[in-house]
């Protein structure tokens, strides 16, 4: 089975922090995103990586960075978090199989910025 | 721009039928769709793609009209099992590969 593991489940910070979220995964996938969830507007691709050091933009990338030193790692960083950035952050991976890029999705960290 | 799903909420009986729509305003490649059960990650249910067939898996099944930028999901009596966020993903036409946008989500909800 593949496995998407997040650091945390739960997070808050304060206004102003620098907070880094971290993904791994556990089946070689070349491929790996981050998305936040939020009600009504459902998952929004912030950043992904399609190999070690290689990241394209997304829809929502301000305010975001990321990092892939490692193929198994992706990490999602909030160079200073606002209250804005509340929201649930998922994380991604994929790699195709017979032509299908299948994304097997990590538990998710609900970030609070108070 | 996000594909449209509708409705955005419906709740059934054990055993009615639900049909979920994706709309988009773009060509579309292919589209991806994902079950989130609440407090859970999204997990893949089936993926239509351009000149393929209507896809099924139990009595889960999805159909993708490429003309119309469409697809819908249809739910045949239905379990309580059923019940969470369906996402649609598409990919666009001339960005064939890895790169999803999803809909809003339709949350389904199925009664005893």
């Known amino acids: 089975d593949v496995k998407v593991t997040q650091s945390s489940r739960y997070l808050v910070k304060r206004t102003g922090e620098k907070v880094f979220l971290e993904c791994v995964q556990d089946?070689?996938?070349?491929?790996m995103f981050w998305y936040r969830q939020d009600p009504g507007l459902g998952l929004r691709l912030i950043y992904f990586?399609?190999?070690?050091?290689?990241?394209e933009k997304g829809d929502i990338p301000e305010g975001y960075s990321v990092s892939r030193e490692k193929k198994e790692r992706f990490s999602l960083i909030l160079e200073s978090a606002s209250t804005n950035q509340t929201s649930m952050y998922l994380c991604?991976?994929?790699?195709?199989?017979?032509?299908?890029?299948?994304?097997?999705f990590g538990p998710g960290t609900r970030l609070t910025v108070t | 721009q996000q594909p449209v799903q509708s409705p955005q909420a419906v709740i059934l009986r054990e055993g009615e039928d639900a049909v979920i729509n994706c709309s988009s305003s773009?060509?579309?490649?292919?589209v991806h769709w994902y079950r989130q059960k609440h407090g859970e990650a999204p997990v893949f249910l089936m993926i239509?793609?351009?000149?393929?067939e209507q896809k099924g898996h139990d009595k889960i099944s999805a159909s993708f009209n490429e003309k119309k930028q469409q697809s819908s999901l249809y739910l045949t009596a239905s379990q309580l099992s059923y019940s969470g966020t369906y996402f649609c993903g598409t990919v666009n036409d001339n960005n064939a590969g890895n790169m999803l946008t999803f809909g809003g989500g339709t949350r389904l909800m199925v009664k005893p």
């Open positions: 089946m070689d996938h070349e491929n």
């Open positions: 239509l793609l351009k000149g393929g």
């Open positions: 990586s399609y190999d070690v050091k290689m990241k």
């Open positions: 773009k060509a579309l490649y292919s």
């Open positions: 991604a991976s994929s790699a195709p199989t017979g032509g299908i890029y299948e994304q097997y």
